[in-house]
């Protein structure tokens, strides 16, 4: 990702380690974690009518098996399939990779998905959101769910004796 401005540019946080040192008062300071960022954009672009899911076929299939994993799902910003961000003291950016339900145009539901995340973002977390990158790497077919729920499942050709 990159960025235009050079004041506050946003630099790589992860984890649980703080990733904003905003709202600095005479009362305190107040911290977001890189992590909640993360989490914010990802159920933000997910609420898009047409975003099918996030991430490429890989993330998608390791989050599988880590949610199989007791206390796997529980990793913090490791556990947002499909986004990445960059958290600065004031800025945010963000990089999405969407799965598209056929028929939906991407164009249309690429601002749509940006629209949402920089508003959630903006409005929950007080950064400025200097650009939101929108990867599609799949389109999804509504018969893919139906063929998946059609196919019988093998018989068995165990003798019970």
């Known amino acids: 990702m990159t960025s235009s401005t050079s004041s506050t540019t ?11 040192l905003g709202d600095d008062t005479t009362q305190g300071k107040t911290s977001i974690a890189a992590s ?8 933000a672009a997910r609420e ?5 899911s996030m991430g490429s076929g890989a993330s998608r299939a390791f989050g599988a098996i880590r949610e199989r994993i007791p206390g796997g ?17 004031k800025q945010a950016a963000i990089d999405l990779d969407v799965v598209v339900e056929y028929g939906a145009s991407i164009v ?11 508003g959630a973002v903006e409005r929950m977390t007080g950064l400025e959101v200097i650009e939101v990158n929108i990867s599609v ?7 893919d769910d139906d063929d998946a729920q059609e196919t019988p499942a093998p018989a068995s050709t ?4």
């Open 108 to 118: 249309e539901l690429a601002r749509a998905v940006r629209r949402n995340v920089i």
């Open 36 to 43: 909640v960022v993360q989490k914010i954009s990802g159920i």
């Open 158 to 161: 165990a003798r019970v004796e």
């Open 10 to 20: 946003p630099a790589t946080s992860g984890g649980a380690s703080p990733a904003r």
């Open 73 to 89: 799902s529980s990793t913090g910003a490791s556990s947002v399939a499909g986004v990445q961000v960059e958290v600065g003291e």
């Open 48 to 52: 898009v009518s047409g975003v099918y």
């Open 137 to 143: 790497n799949d389109i999804h077919f509504a018969e």
